[in-house]
């Protein structure tokens, strides 16, 4: 059977009032019993002292003599010789004792004699104090223990009903001590439930300095941690998860891109190996293998690339101060040739003065790309533009042509890795897929973010967003 809390604590706060009273009223009438016989003791000696002197021993009838005494001091008197025997008693008995009763001998001796014990007739306890007279007579006193067993036994009562009183008082207090103590320990309890059972939105509001609110604080914090550490798995579960799949879906699409020109290489070296071909054939076989491996080759190291730029820490990156204009006038210097095969007009216009903080080579990369794709997949005869402006906190690049456009449903997924608008057509340009993927993992090294606007019909846009530099 379980015993609540609530129930234990006021059971050890009744149990110890009732212990505390109960020895309190142990102590009290031991003491109470023990100062009113030393009383009696002290009376009864000072009494039997001052009759001692009063000189009995001079005096005749000693009968009449214990009896006038004993109406004095209000007790028992009896007048023994110088060998103990009974001279005179106040209750006019006159038979000598069958002994020397021990506080008479002390009394003969010079000592004053105490005794307690049970008279014989009567079997009342009584006190007894012996002394001697200077005439070697012995005065003893005798008086009843019965009227301090009555104050006793009333003080007692009186000890019984206080202490009923004081248990009486314990068990109330200790009920609202109980209820009070109990009711942060339940709402805790209820908490610390919820949050075995997976539910950690829990708070127990406490604003007491006590342990009970430390505790109901400490258990409010931990529910709020353990909140955010299962998030933070469950989002790290997420994530790889996710890797996982891109990995699968990356692997399997680099097995496909690699395979063709594989492929291709293998069948064609083995034709040339088996010999049978004229040399113009031949010719065409060597310049068809030479051009799948530089497609390979381009593969292979953007994907390298790739990797590279996903595990390098950021802490790597080179941040310096950029021109974009100048950046974007190498860019077209280095692919004005290609343009005008294309006759592809490449214009920058860029204002004066406008700075990325970042890697310069990076971005030339970049910008590189995104002309080059425009000029392969562009209109014939149209316009590239770079553009670079500041637009409140950012500084904004754009490389923009008025070619076909893309088709929305294209859009969300052009920076995935091997995606392509036009597979075929992507591989007539000796496009891999990687290129897009590439030129977002360096804008995002460098902080900025890049997205597409596109149109078919329209053109195509792309919007590159660094922090401003201060």
Partial sequence: MSISFRTKLLASHVGLVVAIVTLLVLLLDRSIGADLERRLDQRLEQQASGAAQWG?????????????????????????DRDGKVLG??????????????EVRAALEGNIGHATRTAGDSMQEMHYVAVGAPDGWVVRLAAPLSDINETLATTRHQLLVAAIVAAVVALGLGILASRLAAGPLRAMTAAAQRIAGGDFDVEVKSSAPDEFGVLARSLSSLAAQLEARIGELTAERTQVAQLLTVGREFMADASHELRTPVMTIQGYSETLLEGGADSATARQFLETIHRHACRLGRLVEDMLRLSALEVRPSADAIIEHVDVGGVASAVVDTLQARAEAQRVTLRVEVDAGVEISGDPLALEQVLENLVDNAIKYGRTGGTVTIRANQENEDTVVHVEDD?????????????????????????EKGG????????????????????????????ARFVMRFPRVR
């Fill in 56 to 80: 009995v021993g001079e005096r005749r009838h000693p009968g009449k003599i214990a009896a006038r005494l004993a109406a004095v001091v209000g007790a028992e008197v009896t007048l023994f």
């Fill in 89 to 102: 008693d106040s209750r006019g008995a006159q038979k000598s004792e069958s002994e020397v009763a021990p």
């Fill in 403 to 427: 070619g076909p456009g893309i088709d929305a449903h294209h859009l969300p997924r052009l920076f995935d890795r091997f995606y392509r608008v036009d597979p075929e057509r992507s591989r």
């Fill in 432 to 459: 891999a897929g990687l290129g897009l993927a590439i030129a977002k993992q360096f804008v995002e090294s460098m902080r900025g973010r890049i997205h597409i606007e596109s149109e078919l019909g329209k053109g």
